[in-house]
């Protein structure tokens, strides 16, 4: 009895001929997460040959060989369309010796540049008899359709590639698509950053929102206070990151597309800054005596807004981002209420006993300082609830409440002309038995009262993985593949991804595609992989 072969799956050829013209058509389309704008696909399939396979650049293309980004892109998708291949395993049955090139085209030569908020993502590809054409106006969104074509490519039973007939045209729904890591409750090597990196390409992520540092630990060693990490770090030499590291993870991130925006959280969360830095903390009373603990940062002396200036000076000249998250959340006035200074400066600015006056007193002035430098501020909600006079270029982050409080904070703060990050119902550090990446997947961040210009202030939102319980061992199974649930809700369209059980089938294959590509993805639910993860 003969067969015919789709990807994994395999059907009697008396079965209907509409069942494996639809089943082989859908190959395409369940190979793909998170899911494209627009797809079409066939089955008619061609098979593909490691030995007879290229990449190549279009004549009309802007950039052509010697460019960084593709050129390294290009090893590394050959390496994770041919994994046996390259891995080593010997040599498969090919059956062919057609070639079959992939030819990459872009409209502009960003190949020496740095993602950024305005950075196009969009691409088309075209699969057809022994050549694929990708298109897209910048390099990023090659990158992006290049991920797209890796996850086209199937190997059947018997080991041999193949590829089948596809139209894609595709771009982000949201332009910000984060994954927020905290490097301070727990030290993460520059390893599992870099991993972690590398696993949000193959999800379309764009931002790596690094929490770097706050109460705990202060793991960022800096160029101008060096004594913030020799002091503040958990260990001042095996647990901290230095330039060279901050270095190598933003080029890591750049040659996959990813932006990298640096959180300094102040003027709570700041414990361990005051270790390496004098005279920053408040002092706290009890009683008319100091008690010999500290609270936030103190915000009524000059010598605080003069280290700030100074320390962001050279973390914009670290990081290329134009934005920098400033934080702004959870601060507890009781210290500052507590001393008695604080107190004579409340006075004599007329703040009263409102001490969300004083915060925002503190968060403007450090705004400022970043507008200096030309650049963009993110900071959480807590900014905006608080009143806080910002300028209209600020991006809120929300990050409190079930979907009835971030919907009213999403229409208050974009009925107020602000751009938004949605990360409330994304905080997939809490867990729970069962499939919660259901939660994530149905999340509709644009479901909030407001006129169209406000829905468009939502830039995207952010998954984050806050580090209480956290680190280098439980890291990437705890984000895989439960981040992707989230992914495809900022990429894709929802009206086409609105059913979470059809999207359960192609969540599973593409959670088997990360554990074929190292990448210690959690199971969904009951099953197997063709592919198991076979250990580090």
Excluded at 192 to 211: E, G
Excluded at 226 to 255: C, E, N, W
Excluded at 498 to 510: C, T
Aim: with cysteine.
């Amino acid at each position: 009895m003969s067969v015919v072969t789709s990807g994994r799956y395999t059907f009697p050829s008396y079965n209907l001929v509409f069942f494996i013209f639809l089943q082989l058509g859908l190959h395409s389309v369940e190979g793909v997460w998170p899911l494209p704008q627009s797809i079409t696909s066939s089955p008619e399939r061609y098979p593909l040959n490691p030995q007879a396979f290229y990449f190549t650049y279009g004549s009309q293309s802007a950039a052509q060989e010697g460019c960084s980004v593709l050129d390294e892109a290009f090893k590394r998708y050959f390496s994770l369309i041919f994994p046996d291949y390259s891995s080593g395993y010997g040599f498969l049955r090919f059956s062919v010796d057609k070639p079959f090139t992939v030819q990459v085209s872009v409209g502009r030569d960003d190949c020496d540049s740095y993602p950024d908020q305005d950075s196009s993502e969009q691409y088309t590809l075209s699969v057809s008899a022994g050549q694929a054409s990708l298109k897209a106006e910048t390099v990023w969104g090659a990158l992006r359709g290049l991920e797209t074509f890796s996850q086209l490519v199937y190997q059947e039973d018997f080991g041999s590639y193949y590829v089948n007939k596809t139209e894609i045209k595709d771009f982000p729904r949201f332009q910000f698509r984060g994954i927020l890591l905290d490097t301070s409750r727990h030290y993460l090597p520059v390893q599992a950053i870099l991993k972690t990196l590398d696993a949000m390409a193959f999800s379309k992520f764009n931002v790596f929102h690094w929490h770097i540092v706050d109460d705990p630990s202060f793991p960022y060693q800096s160029r101008t206070f060096p004594d913030l990490s020799a002091k503040g770090a958990f260990h001042p030499m095996t647990h901290i990151y230095t330039q060279s590291d901050v270095g190598r993870v933003i080029s890591f991130a750049r040659m996959r597309g990813i932006r990298v925006l640096p959180e300094f959280d102040s003027p709570g969360h700041t414990q361990s800054w005051g270790k390496g830095q004098s005279d920053l903390l408040t002092p706290c009373y009890s009683g008319s005596s100091p008690s010999g603990t500290f609270g936030p940062v103190n915000p009524i002396l000059p010598s605080t807004y003069k280290f700030m200036a100074t320390l962001f000076k050279e973390v914009s000249s670290v990081f290329p981002d134009s934005y920098i998250h400033l934080g702004g959340d959870e601060v507890n006035f009781s210290c500052w209420k507590s001393n008695p200074d604080v107190r004579a400066f409340m006075l004599k600015m007329g703040f009263g006993a409102d001490f969300t006056k004083l915060e925002a007193y503190y968060m403007e002035n450090i705004v400022n300082i970043t507008v200096a430098l030309n650049r963009t501020s993110i900071v959480w909600q807590d900014v905006f609830d608080y009143h806080e006079r910002i300028p209209k270029d600020t991006v809120l982050h929300i990050w409190k409440g079930l979907p009835a409080s971030y919907a009213a904070e999403l229409s208050a703060i974009t009925k107020a002309g602000y751009r938004v990050l949605l990360a409330a119902p994304w905080y997939i550090n809490h867990i729970s038995y069962g499939q919660d990446w259901r939660n994530y997947y149905t999340v509709q961040p644009l479901n909030f009262s407001g006129t169209e210009e406000q829905k468009k202030l939502v830039i995207g939102g952010e998954v984050c993985m806050w580090g209480e319980y956290v680190d280098a061992t439980n890291l990437t199974p705890r984000l895989w593949p439960r981040a992707s649930a989230a992914a495809e809700r900022l990429w894709s369209d929802e009206k086409q991804t609105s059913d979470v059980d059809k999207a359960f089938p192609r969540l599973q294959d593409f959670r088997c595609e990360l554990l074929r590509r190292g990448i210690q993805a959690e199971p969904l639910f009951v099953g197997h992989c063709k592919h198991e993860y076979q250990g580090v």
